[in-house]
């Protein structure tokens, strides 16, 4: 049992401050590699979007807000009238829409595989966890050129629902939002079913046994057996999966063939082509604020609950 400070002799409170000294002493290369390693860059990039675009590339040094501006709204060349930057929320759209889909597809996808694994015998779970483990060998430009050549006009799936007869003419898959949706969910599968395998395999199935004993149907055993048990691993696999999905740039790229953008695309655009990195630099952090509120939120409803 700790004692309080009060009852403390001053020897030992010399002792204890000696002791936190020494321990934040220690821990100060890493925090100093963190600050400028980690939140140098984001601080840079805070610090561009409030500054004006350069005629060819890069800033002014010259406050302004424009670029926060932008983001939302869009201002008129020639009246100066204000109007909703339609693109952007387009785009803005897109992207929460692939990446909540992305999220509940791999989710559908890798609960039972996580529950198959979870499931076999010990000495064979660590080969099905391999084959899951496999597509991170390979680079994700590579996976996604994979995605490309089934999908395609002449891919694997056309040419074989086109010899079952099952269609006349090839399916229109590549560079559509489908296209795009099909990637993430194949890229980011793994990242699901890791979580989900790891909080199922601490499962006691005994649980499920006795709710089966007591006349529970196999959905009312999912419903209020499995599922509540496993939901650590049900929320991390989701934001494993949503984060990166939420600025995902090289499967829509790809896959998308440039029309169909996230929120990713849009922000290399502003920073290569587009010329404007104080927009690019306010996309960027709005991003990361989005990201940041919503884990926010997600820990204090989990603390609420407890």
Not at 110 to 137: E, M, V
Not at 236 to 264: C, D, E, H, Q, W
Request: hydrophobic fraction near 50%.
């Amino acid at each position: 049992m700790v004692r309080p400070t009060s009852a403390l002799s001053s020897g030992e409170i010399t002792a204890r401050r000696t002791i936190v000294r020494r321990y934040w002493l220690l821990c100060l290369p890493a925090l100093v590699l963190l600050v400028f390693a980690a939140s140098g860059p984001l601080l840079i990039v805070l610090a561009y979007s409030f500054l004006e675009p350069a005629e060819y590339s890069g800033v002014v040094w010259s406050l302004s807000g424009e670029g926060w501006f932008k983001v939302i709204l869009n201002r008129d060349i020639f009246d100066d009238t204000i109007s909703l930057a339609d693109a952007h929320m387009t785009i803005f759209w897109r992207s929460a829409k692939l990446s909540v889909l992305t999220t509940l597809l791999t989710l559908a996808i890798g609960f039972p595989t996580a529950y198959f694994i979870a499931t076999r015998p010990k000495t064979h779970r660590q080969y099905w966890l391999f084959l899951i483990t496999i597509p991170f060998w390979t680079n994700l430009l590579i996976r996604t050129y994979a995605i490309m050549e089934v999908i395609r006009n002449e891919g694997i799936l056309n040419s074989s629902l086109m010899s079952l007869g099952l269609i006349g003419a090839p399916l229109q898959i590549l560079y559509t939002d489908t296209a795009v949706l099909i990637g993430m969910v194949y890229v980011y599968l793994p990242l699901m079913v890791l979580p989900l395998y790891a909080a199922m395999e601490r499962l006691d199935f005994r649980l499920v046994e006795a709710g089966y004993d007591l006349y529970a149907t196999r959905f009312q055993v999912l419903r209020r057996v499995i599922v509540p048990l496993v939901k650590p691993g049900i929320i991390a696999g989701s934001i494993l999966v949503f984060i990166p999905s939420l600025g995902a740039y090289v499967t829509p790229r790809v896959l998308g063939g440039g029309k169909n953008m996230m929120i990713g695309n849009l922000i290399e655009l502003q920073f290569g082509e587009g010329r404007n990195w104080p927009l690019g630099a306010a996309l960027s952090i709005g991003l990361l604020v989005t990201v940041m509120a919503a884990l926010v939120f997600y820990v204090r409803n989990e603390q609420a609950e407890r």
